[in-house]
Antibody, heavy 119, light 110 residues
Framework: EVQLVESGGGLVQPGGSLRLSCATS????????INWVRQAPGKGLEWVGR??????????LYAASVEGRFTISRDDSQNSLYLLLNSLKTEDTAVYYCATERSGSFDFWGQGILVTVSS | QSALTQPPSASGSPGQSVTISCTGTSSDVGAENYVSWYQQHPGKAPKLLIS???KRPSGVPDRFSGSKSGNTASLTVSGLQAEDEADYYCSSHVPGGKYVFGTGTKVTVL
């Protein structure tokens, strides 16, 4: 069974940093493109970024709203991915999801983790 | 990349059909056949309903169908059921690797 479980969320002050983790199981992580998607409270979904798989060279790509502040990394040996959030702004407050990518869609999602940026 | 445009709300009685539109541009929806649809119940993670414009993943009822014409994609829910009351989002892959989501549609079963 495919599972993704996010962790590491919480309350952080503006300008601060946080590292989210996405623990995976039920599939071979090195084969998969993985995306991060977020949802601000009461708002819609927003694509954050993506890492390609081993065969494609682990290339990362980010939304303009987080480019230069967020970094995606992965440790396939630990079946885990990470999203490092730097220079956080209040508008980064959201539930963050990791999701597997297949044929231009997100087929499996984690349960999400809340990040609150507030002083 | 601007969000794709969806109607804020849609509704129908049990057994009826509802269609949700998703309008983008020739740079996203119109560029490729990588449009997908997601259902999200309150407090839950999104669930994939449709991939590649019209493909249903295993386990998704055939009441859900997708199509596309030009820069507009559509999701039709036939034979509405109470459990279909949820938020629905479209998404499009953008050539180059990025993605864009729709603004979301709240479906109410009357």
């Amino acid at each position: 069974e495919v599972q993704l479980v996010e962790s590491g969320g919480g309350l952080v002050q503006p300008g601060g940093s946080l590292r989210l983790s996405c623990a995976t199981s039920g599939f071979t992580l090195s084969d998969k493109y993985i995306n991060w998607v977020r949802q601000a409270p009461g708002k819609g979904l927003e694509w954050v970024g993506r890492t390609t798989n081993k065969a494609s060279g682990y290339i990362t790509l980010y939304a303009a709203s987080v480019e230069g502040r967020f970094t995606i990394s992965r440790d396939d040996s630990q079946n885990s991915l990470y999203l490092l959030l730097n220079s956080l702004k209040t508008e980064d407050t959201a539930v963050y999801y990791c999701a597997t990518e297949r044929s231009g869609s997100f087929d499996f999602w984690g349960q999400g983790i809340l990040v609150t940026v507030s002083s | 990349q601007s969000a794709l445009t969806q109607p804020p709300s849609a509704s129908g009685s049990p057994g009826q059909s509802v269609t949700i539109s998703c309008t983008g541009t020739s740079s996203d929806v119109g560029a490729e056949n990588y449009v997908s649809w997601y259902q999200q119940h309150p407090g839950k993670a999104p669930k994939l309903l449709i991939s590649e414009v019209s493909k249903r993943p295993s386990g998704v009822p055939d009441r859900f169908s997708g199509s596309k014409s030009g820069n507009t994609a559509s999701l039709t829910v036939s034979g509405l059921q109470a459990e279909d009351e949820a938020d629905y989002y479209c998404s499009s892959h953008v050539p180059g690797g990025k993605y864009v989501f729709g603004t979301g549609t709240k479906v109410t079963v009357l």
